[in-house]
């Protein structure tokens, strides 16, 4: 339930973030992590919009006594961090604010979020990622970009106007990368981890987007995977599909080591349990190589250059001939339908950039920016 404040142990939270209804009029909003430790409270990730801004800091207040609060952003994405500026509201003497280095930029919404989806070119345009009949609602915006430079930017800028108030606070933010290192990495799969203090472990995963850092907390046994486990991958034209992967292998070790006891992520709206998140992991690489199956079965129909378009209509095609199906084969169907589920405007997820992103990682061999 949105705003749901679930007290995991006496210092540490789960505020429950919401899907949107539809992503025609609304964004989807991310769960927050509350730790306090010590006399510091840490709050991973702030989320967006006014109610869950007072839900927020409601949390926070409840772990009185603290003289510090510091933020921790996953990554730059709205969703995440449009509520930053909370470190501004809450009565404390210390304030930090922490986001992966190559995050920082990322708050500056409109900007990072039309230069990434800039990168959908050649394949596709951001006004051609809406299929039937959401796209008779942007056509307006197709005419004008042919004749105006910056209709790009004002679609995007209109977009992230659905996570309002938008109140990031790039002044207070400093890089993650000058905390640090982890002498004992968590689990030995990254190298590259920062310790937080005494607090937790932060373990850039990279993979959802560059800046993405998922975090530990050892008092607890108790990760924060936010959008690493997102039931779609790679979302986004700088995700990078190889990164989640070793990603969900990771917290998967982690699982079956036992060296978790508690796993949380920023849109599933629930907390697990070892055994439950080692099968989420499990779901979300079955159902990525499920749908990259039928990526791949809808290329083989091309000759020549492929088209982004074509590769929808095949795979959506096969989508609903498919659908009730009940053989083994039909659970890896289930598994790529998932994605077609969560299309737009259930979600603001637009399948035709998640092709495109594999064309170019096909093609290109690498991300797209």
């Avoid at 973030?17 to 509350?34: H, K, Q, Y």
């Avoid at 210390?94 to 930029?105: D, N, Q, V, W």
């Avoid at 030995?188 to 995963?205: C, F, H, K, N, R």
């Avoid at 070892?274 to 499920?290: G, I, M, N, S, T």
Wanted: with cysteine; hydrophobic share 35%; aromatic share 10%.
């Amino acid at each position: 339930m949105f705003g749901e404040k679930k007290q995991l142990a006496d210092n540490l939270i789960y505020l429950e973030g919401r899907e949107p209804r539809t992503g025609l009029t609304e964004g989807d909003v991310a769960s927050s992590l509350i730790y306090k430790k010590n006399d510091t409270v840490y709050v991973i990730d702030t989320g967006c919009g006014k109610q869950f801004r007072r839900f927020l800091k409601d949390a926070i207040e409840t772990l009185r006594p603290f003289s510090g609060l510091c933020v921790l952003n996953t990554h730059s994405h709205p969703d995440h961090t449009a509520n930053n500026g909370i470190l501004g509201e809450i009565d404390c003497t210390r304030k930090r604010h922490l986001i992966s280095a190559c995050g920082i930029e990322g708050l500056d919404y409109v900007t990072s979020f039309t230069r990434v989806t800039g990168a959908l070119n050649p394949w596709c345009t951001i006004f051609e990622v809406i299929t039937f009949p959401w796209s008779i609602l942007i056509a307006p915006w197709m005419l004008w970009s042919r004749i105006h430079p910056r209709a790009h930017r004002h679609f995007i800028a209109g977009t992230i106007s659905k996570f309002k108030p938008l109140d990031p606070s790039p002044e207070t933010a400093e890089p993650l990368e000058s905390l640090p290192r982890a002498g004992s990495p968590v689990g030995g799969g990254y190298s590259e981890q920062y310790l937080v203090d005494d607090a937790m472990v932060a373990i850039p995963t990279r993979g959802h987007s560059p800046d993405h850092v998922s975090f530990y907390i050892p008092e607890h046994r108790a990760l924060f995977t936010a959008d690493e486990t997102f039931t779609i991958y790679p979302l986004w034209p700088d995700s990078d599909s190889e990164a989640t992967g070793k990603a969900l292998g990771f917290f998967k070790s982690l699982a079956s080591d036992g060296a978790i006891d508690i796993v949380a992520d920023s849109h599933t709206n629930g907390v697990r349990g070892a055994a439950a998140a080692e099968e989420l992991f499990a779901k979300r690489q079955d159902a990525h190589r499920a749908f990259l199956e039928e990526f791949d079965r809808a290329l083989e129909t091309h000759h020549g250059e492929p088209d982004v378009h074509r590769i929808y209509r095949s795979m959506a095609k096969r989508q609903k001939a498919v659908k009730g199906a009940t053989s083994r084969k039909g659970l890896d169907d289930r598994l790529a339908s998932e994605y077609f589920e969560m299309e737009f405007p259930r979600m603001p997820v637009y399948l035709k950039v998640v092709l495109t992103t594999l064309l170019h990682e096909r093609f290109s061999g690498g991300t797209t920016v």
